[in-house]
């Protein structure tokens, strides 16, 4: 049975399944089609004051969901290991993300995704604008200064150009995928660790496997510069 098989018996005696956390979220969410239960607002009371259809539907439509009228889905059986995965994810700290790594987290497993980090790629130096016509592609140019210059035995003023340049993508925007990429892992850590801990899965094990922390790391990424016309 594949990662992705749901989880059962075989020859009349349990079989208890090893998935690391990241393939375990996918079974729950992509196979099981688990529901994250989302806490209400902070300033919501137990018995629901103020706590609306309107919420449910919001957070519902986030996801992706379909009203079903409760915890299970209507028709078809929820593998109680992919409730309790899903319930741990709805409870992820604010200090991690909270409800939005939680419905994050959610729809990456749904789509059976790792968050980008935009491997193999390097900032490129290229022009701010480029002209096009009949004769090709040109780098767009503008008046830094001027200079006296001596040509034919007359003084002339000549135009300084240069060719203003840019980063693209630039660094700060892969910097900030990255950072992205590192939050949602720091939150599979804890997931990871709160899986193993509360010892709640029924016919599975979450193993310690985790995705690299930081695999641009050992990819190496060296600036290009492109070359231009002027």
């Not at 209400?40 to 519902?60: A, C, I, M, N, S």
């Not at 022009?127 to 040509?151: A, D, F, M, W």
């Not at 939150?187 to 016919?203: I, T």
């Amino acid at each position: 049975m594949s990662a992705q098989g749901r989880i059962g018996r075989a020859g009349g005696a349990k079989v208890k399944r090893s998935l690391g956390v990241q393939a375990a979220l996918e079974w729950a969410f992509r196979v099981e089609r688990a529901q994250l239960e989302l806490p209400p607002p902070k300033d919501v009371t137990e018995e629901g004051f103020g706590f609306g259809l309107e919420y449910v539907l919001l957070q519902r439509a986030i996801l992706g969901c379909k009203v079903d009228g409760g915890q299970h889905k209507m028709g078809s059986y929820t593998h109680p290991d992919a409730e309790v995965i899903a319930a741990t994810v709805a409870g992820i700290p604010d200090s991690l993300g909270g409800i939005r790594m939680a419905i994050r987290m959610a729809e990456l497993a749904r789509a059976g995704m790792t968050p980008d980090w935009m491997p193999g790629v390097v900032p490129r130096c290229v022009p701010v604008e480029i002209k096009r016509n009949q004769h090709g592609e040109r780098s767009t140019t503008v008046v830094v200064g001027t200079e006296r210059v001596l040509t034919r035995g007359k003084w002339r003023t000549i135009e300084v150009l240069a060719c203003p340049v840019t980063w693209r993508p630039h660094p700060e925007q892969i910097a900030s995928v990255r950072r992205g990429y590192e939050d949602w892992w720091q939150a599979l850590d804890w997931l990871r660790d709160g899986l193993l801990a509360g010892r709640m899965l029924r016919d599975m094990e979450v193993t310690t496997a985790m995705p690299k922390v930081r695999p641009w790391q050992h990819q190496r990424i060296d600036p290009v510069v492109q070359p231009m016309q002027i």
